[in-house]
């Protein structure tokens, strides 16, 4: 999986407001519907989909940038830091 905020064509530093945006323009030109001849609408789609639920959420976010969970939104196991609680 792509680094969310490269997905979604944001820096690191984004605010909410402007990672929203990018998602919602992202999700507006790659939606299926609006791309019925090209295949790779839906996973694009899809990838701007997946990147909003990383960076698009508070918490997440801050869990990503932290490197506790990985761009699919799992948890990343290194030493023992983050292996309790959750």
Same mark, same amino acid.
């Given at each position: 999986?792509?680094?969310? +905020?490269?997905? %979604?064509?944001?820096?690191?530093?984004?605010?909410?407001?402007? *990672? =929203?945006?990018? +998602?919602? =323009? %992202?999700?507006? =030109? &790659? &939606?299926?519907?609006?791309?019925?001849?090209?295949?790779?609408? =839906? !996973?694009?789609? @899809? @990838? $701007?989909?997946?990147? +909003?639920? *990383?960076?698009?959420? /508070?918490?997440?976010? $801050?869990?990503?940038?932290?490197? /506790? *969970?990985?761009? !699919?939104?799992?948890?990343?196991?290194?030493?023992?830091?983050? @292996?309790?609680?959750?």
């Amino acid at each position: 999986m792509r680094d969310p +905020y490269e997905v %979604l064509g944001v820096a690191k530093n984004a605010s909410a407001k402007d *990672i =929203k945006s990018a +998602y919602r =323009k %992202l999700a507006k =030109k &790659h &939606h299926p519907d609006q791309n019925p001849n090209d295949p790779k609408a =839906k !996973d694009r789609f @899809a @990838a $701007a989909n997946q990147a +909003y639920e *990383i960076v698009g959420d /508070e918490k997440n976010r $801050a869990a990503f940038d932290r490197g /506790e *969970i990985d761009a !699919d939104g799992k948890p990343r196991f290194q030493g023992f830091e983050g @292996a309790a609680g959750g």
